[in-house]
């Protein structure tokens, strides 16, 4: 890195933490523009701008500011509190949104960890000399673009001389229909089965009125639709009938191929639908976040827990009793995946069947894991998470060690 050209950098972390608490980030977002301005060869002006700008609603431009200051400079060290690291991690990375990595910056916040990011893929090639460090973890997270990325690292990292976590090929079986293959037969498991399916395909359909038997067997009506590559609900819907079909696929015209799924009703008695964020670490379970709403599409954000103290209080239940409770009646499910998905580090959202089964709604490394909550709001969230993260700081202390890989 050339430092001399480059202001500090401040990070997704830290940025994110103040939209968390309702910091208006447009004044800091102007006065990086005009130090862009200034000097438009500051790659970490440029990459923070990336950050302040997605966080307030510009994706696009985001986009746009984080290739520029990728065009300029692929490598990026987060600052550190502590003067000694006690590892250093050398992250693979993508071009994207938060969505498209895994977290690092939010699961080593403020820790010992010393964390440099090395953006690669798509007109940014590995570079042949690296910085030491003492473990290499693959950040990029599975989608159509990364597919290439993550088949040539496989060759490349085939003789590492460091350890890694998560190995890309593992990374690339992340897809849906690709996951259900790996876990429809797990043990407590229960996966709907997930179809790719091309626009045309679904216009045809829509078009003639004709039966989805010929693409999805004996799945039905109602259904779960979604573009492929798509995250955090964009896109998402239920379809309970053709006619619908018709009018959800003008919604997305640049949609060319769409995952199908047969909708599971997962409402429990109190006619509340619940979702469960858990990472698994080295293949042990920690519950990141618990969150219960009206709807069935939930997530965290809008399934208003800070306004209700009934559901904090069960999420506080859970956390508390996670290791006694969910974890105990579903660690032979939570072993299978970890068995048979091969990776360090992993991201589950999912629920409980009323028959007791684990059910499976995404498997992925690059769900947002943080703690920046309120802790007045949310006093119970920070021992949770702190174990959480000492638990992963671990995971990259034992890699370290002598035949840790």
């Known amino acids: 890195m050339n430092a001399s050209r480059n202001s500090p950098l401040i990070g997704q ?3 994110t933490r103040m939209a968390v608490a309702g ?24 990459l923070d701008l990336s950050t302040v700008l997605l966080l307030t609603g510009n994706r696009e431009l985001s986009l746009q500011m984080q290739a520029q200051a990728l065009q300029i400079q692929q490598l990026y060290r987060l600052p550190m509190h502590q003067q000694r690291p006690a ?27 010393e964390l440099t990011l090395l953006y690669i893929g ?47 090929e593992n990374i690339a079986r992340l897809a849906r229909d690709d996951v259900w293959n790996a876990l429809h037969d797990a043990p407590g498991v229960l996966i709907p089965q997930t179809f790719r399916v091309s626009r045309a395909d679904l216009e045809e359909i829509a078009r003639t009125r004709q039966s989805l038997s010929g693409l999805l067997g004996d799945t039905d009506f109602p259904l779960i639709a979604r573009p492929v590559d798509s995250h955090a609900g964009k896109g998402l819907v239920k ?19 769409f995952f199908l799924s047969p909708y599971v009703d997962y409402r429990q008695d109190d006619g509340l639908f619940r979702k469960y964020r858990i990472a698994l670490i080295g293949g042990q379970p920690y519950l990141a976040h618990l969150a219960i709403s009206g709807h069935w ?3 965290y954000v809008n399934a208003e827990m800070a306004n209700n103290a009934e559901r904090r209080a069960e999420e506080a239940y859970a956390m508390s009793h996670f290791d006694s409770g969910f974890a105990r009646r579903h ?35 690059s769900m947002v894991v943080h ?11 920070q021992p949770q998470m702190r174990k959480l993260f000492a638990a992963f700081r671990q995971l990259l202390l034992d890699r370290a060690q002598p035949g840790g890989n």
């Open 239 to 257: 379809l309970s009938v053709i006619n619908e079909l018709e009018d959800y696929l003008p919604t997305l015209p640049d949609a060319q191929e």
């Open 13 to 15: 972390a830290a940025f």
């Open 87 to 113: 590892l250093r991690l050398l992250a693979l990375m993508t071009p994207g949104d938060m969505m498209a990595n895994t977290p690092l910056e939010f699961l080593l916040e403020k820790s010992d960890v």
């Open 371 to 381: 703690a920046m909550d309120s802790p007045e709001v949310f006093p119970y969230k």
């Open 122 to 168: 798509q007109n940014l090639p590995l570079p042949e000399a690296l910085p030491e460090h003492d473990v290499l973890f693959v950040a990029i997270g599975e989608s159509e673009r990364n597919l290439d990325t993550l088949r040539r690292l496989q060759d490349v990292l085939a003789d590492w001389p460091h350890p890694i976590v998560n190995r890309p």
């Open 331 to 365: 660690r032979a499910a939570l072993a299978a995946i970890h068995q048979r998905m091969g990776l360090d580090y992993l991201g589950l959202d999912c629920s409980e069947t009323a028959d007791g089964k684990l059910l499976i709604f995404e498997v992925d490394t």
């Open 23 to 46: 910091t208006n980030l447009t004044p800091l977002g102007q006065e990086l523009l005009k130090r862009a301005a200034a000097n438009p060869d500051d790659a970490h002006t440029l």
């Open 297 to 299: 599409i939930v997530h």
